[in-house]
T-cell receptor, first 114, second 114 residues
């Protein structure tokens, strides 16, 4: 158990809909990262938040948005869903301070768009 | 931005053999190179990492080598065991940006046959 909690674990929805994925980082971790894992696509970096502020953006679509709240949990919002958005979405957190680069991943939220 | 290429995409070995996975990165400013292992149904987990100030690092049966000039790094697993079967990802990042963005390769599926 990495200590990172993601909900829901599975989600099935229809094209055009909007969903919200939630992530609770490990206790004390200020950084939250979101990744998308599609078949044969590896782990695509979406966005990184640190203590409520956006720190880096990857190839995140305009239909997707994220935020990190004062209690440090984060949400990834996916709207106007398309079939191609079906994927496993991972959240990861990183310890504050020090020089460790280790990310602790949750078990992911599997999104299926029909 | 950073781009990480990883080969091979699949690797099958017999138990006891060695396995080697190779990655190249594009951004010469990257100086942190971790390797993650992803077992079925789980999130990736860090197994070893290396920084650009060293050329090799070992941890029991696992070793990583780095060639900064060629922008190339490799994962070596010796005396492979069936439990080593998983998907392995390499990644690259910069420590001086607070690990803002960790870019992953496309993954290698390793199958160790008894």
């Amino acid at each position: 158990d990495s200590g990172v909690t993601q909900t829901p674990k599975h989600l099935i929805t229809a094209t055009g809909q909007r969903v919200t994925l939630r992530c609770s980082p490990r206790s004390g971790d200020l950084s939250v990262y979101w990744y998308q894992q599609s078949l044969d696509q590896g782990l695509q970096f979406l966005i990184h938040y640190y203590n409520g502020e956006e720190r880096a953006k990857g190839n995140i679509l305009e239909r997707f948005s994220a935020q990190q709240f004062p209690d440090l949990h984060s949400e990834l919002n996916l709207s106007s869903l398309e079939l191609g958005d079906s994927a496993l979405y991972f959240c990861a957190s990183r310890p504050w301070g020090g020089d460790t680069g280790e990310l602790f991943f949750g078990e992911g939220s599997r999104l299926t768009v029909l | 931005g950073e781009n990480v290429e990883q080969h091979p995409s699949t690797l099958s070995v017999q138990e006891g053999d060695s396995a080697v996975i190779k990655c190249t990165y594009s951004d010469s400013a990257s100086n942190y190179f971790p390797w993650y292992k992803q077992e079925l149904g789980k999130g990736p987990q860090l197994i070893i990492d290396i920084r650009s100030n060293v050329g090799e690092k070992k941890d029991q049966r696992i070793a990583v080598t780095l060639n900064k000039t060629a922008k190339h790094f490799s994962l070596h697993i010796t005396e492979t065991q069936p439990e080593d079967s998983a998907v392995y990802f390499c990644a690259a990042s910069k420590t001086n940006t607070g690990f803002q963005k960790l870019v992953f390769g496309t993954g290698t599926r390793l199958l160790v046959s008894p």
